[in-house]
């Protein structure tokens, strides 16, 4: 960051033309629209590199954009960002290996007690850290993975606030269904909301209380203080439940086309000649493959396609580690060195994930590290993240 355009351009010489284009200004405004749309602080979750935007510039532009806190999945995605200078308070959502309450308090990261190990491991008097260890707990209601059951979880937060070196700043649920079921939620959100009450009559009442990925957001509760959207802050709806809320993707994944061949009737193209030209047709060669995120699946193989100049244009043959082809027999007009578009406005990240027979999230979080993540903002190369270049 903070290179001029030339040194910028200069970089992605080094590289193939293709690139994951991360769009800073969409992500700013999409943040934006969700803090206009609840009236509690959003919490953006930054877990997988940021759902495979890149952590570190994404973390900085949401600060800039006026997030107060983060929240990632593993301790060490916490580390990273820590190492990078950021001072927000970090949520750390995922289990966390019993014995990594020291480099919690090191770093001074926020760790969600989800497990009993955890829970004895935050209770140990430790005297790593100036100021005591803040921690979430979490409470299971309908998602049977972590978190504990109502009573552990009453219990447990009874010790956590008598215990010393350590607060209880926040508790929180997960929904299993919210972009799917508005009961099945609508019963989490009442079971979390018990608890929260059940707290209150023991005279706990933590700072943040908490729910709601991107899709429940629709249905968030007036007990709520905080809230922890992903897929939303990237520009992508839940399907087929989501809140109102304006947002667009930020992604786009493209490569420039490598080779136009024309090839005669009867011409199988890549691995195992599954597809086999029914007439004669004009193959563009994309330089990027299953390595770099492009579903390998026959649905893709076989409805599939990359946008080139606005219109789609179809897969054609078994997608390649490295490569793809694309029909460009009716659109004589694009030409080598065209862009073609896996993901992003169109194709979105929902319709590939139709073809890869996954949701969206896997779609974004799939993109190789191999393909450079190009920042833009306002227009301009502000950025570029490859593990074969130093930006
Ligand atoms: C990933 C995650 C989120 C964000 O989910 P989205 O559906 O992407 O909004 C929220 N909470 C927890 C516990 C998560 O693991």
Redo the contacts with the bound molecule.
Sequence with gaps: MGRDQAALEDVLRHLRPARARIDLDRLASNYGALQRLVPVPVMP?V?ADA?GHGALPVARRLLAAGAPLL?V?YVEEAVALREEGISVPIVV??AYGPGQERVLRQHDLTP?VSTPRTLEGVLTPSREGKRPLKVHLKIDTGMSRLGFDRDAFLAAAQRLVQASGVELEGV?T?LAS??EDRDVTGRQLDRFDDAVAALATRGIRPRYVHAC???GLAQRRETHTLV??????YGIR?RPLSPEVDVRPVMTVSADIALIKTIPEGTPVSYGGRWVAPRPSRIGTVPMGYADGVPRTEAMRDQGALVVRGRRVPVRGTVCMDLTMVDLTERPEVAEGDEAVLVGDDPDAWQVADWAGTNA?EVVTRIGPRVPRVYVEEGRVTGVQSPFVRA
């Design positions: 979750v877990k759902y929240a999945a959502l995922a969600v929180m997960h919210a972009d990925n991107s899709a922890r959207p992903g897929l939303l802050v839940p999230w």
